[in-house]
């Protein structure tokens, strides 16, 4: 019980409102300072503790989003699943026990899995997400261009969005290859008729280029990095992030012009 659920904000590309967010757990220490999932999650891997992890997460993240959508109506908080968890028989029976305890709606959940976790038992993964949409969960493809990403089991994944690793968008200002790649992901992405989220978002040269290759949403310290509930909760009441208060770094290297960006659309 001493590991914290924090919130990173998602923003809408195009209008800059925010649309939700993901959560991040943490384990506070004295002095103001935490342990990252990094170091605890190999850990809890290797002790077998991961089924509990996620479902601790996942309770926090309902929890949660039952106070918030009283107040508010249109997010969604994305919760990440591990292999072990989505391939449990029982999640069903979980995830519907967390609505009828808790009062979250089904519609402003969001299970991140990664394509690993789909890959080790294909065709029993794609009945389990199709069964969690069909309880109006959406489900969200995470790290995507770090693993398989093939379109031959893209197409037959019921999903609502992939997420576009960080190590894309941090290469997106100098090197045109990767905006090339990006753009094929994005266009690949919109025609199965799939959202898209960028993962890592740090400079206003990235999130510009991203919004005209056409991404959806945009994550990253460009915003916010993740944030404790109540202070997530302001930015839901403000309805955005206020990106003049972040210190946003400012890259000395950039070699991709917007207006090429712009032509190649």
């Not at 997460?57 to 990440?80: M, P, Y």
């Not at 109006?136 to 994944?157: E, H, K, M, N, P």
Request: contains cysteine; aromatic residues 8%.
């Amino acid at each position: 019980d001493r590991l914290v659920p924090y919130y990173q904000p998602k923003i809408d590309a195009r209008s800059g409102a925010m649309i939700g967010g993901e959560t991040l757990i943490r384990w506070p220490l004295r002095g103001g300072e935490y342990v990252g999932p990094g170091e605890f999650v190999p850990v809890a891997e290797a002790g077998g503790l991961m089924p509990a992890l996620d479902d601790y997460v996942l309770t926090a993240a309902c929890c949660q989003i039952a106070e918030w959508q009283r107040r508010f109506k249109d997010f969604r908080i994305g919760v990440n699943l591990s292999a072990l968890k989505l391939h449990h028989r029982g999640i069903f029976d979980r995830l519907r026990e967390l609505f009828a305890t808790t009062g979250a709606r089904a519609e402003h959940l969001e299970l991140e899995i990664t394509e690993s976790a789909l890959i080790t038992d294909f065709d029993a993964a794609s009945n389990w997400l199709r069964s969690v949409r069909e309880m109006g969960v959406s489900v969200a493809l995470d790290d995507f261009g770090t693993g398989y990403s093939s379109l031959a089991y893209l197409r037959r994944l019921p999903l609502d969005a992939i997420k576009i690793d960080q190590t894309f968008v941090a290469c997106l200002e100098t090197d045109r290859s990767t905006v090339a790649i990006v753009r094929a992901m994005i266009s690949m992405a919109k025609a199965l008729g799939m959202s898209v989220v960028a993962e890592g978002v740090e400079t206003r040269a990235q999130a510009e280029i991203l919004s005209r290759l056409g991404c959806d949403a945009l994550q990253g310290f460009l915003y916010s990095a993740a944030v404790p509930a109540r202070k997530f909760e302001a930015m839901l009441e403000l309805g955005r992030v206020d990106v003049s208060v972040v210190e946003v770094p400012v890259s000395s290297n950039t070699v991709i012009s917007l207006d090429s960006v712009r032509k190649t659309r």
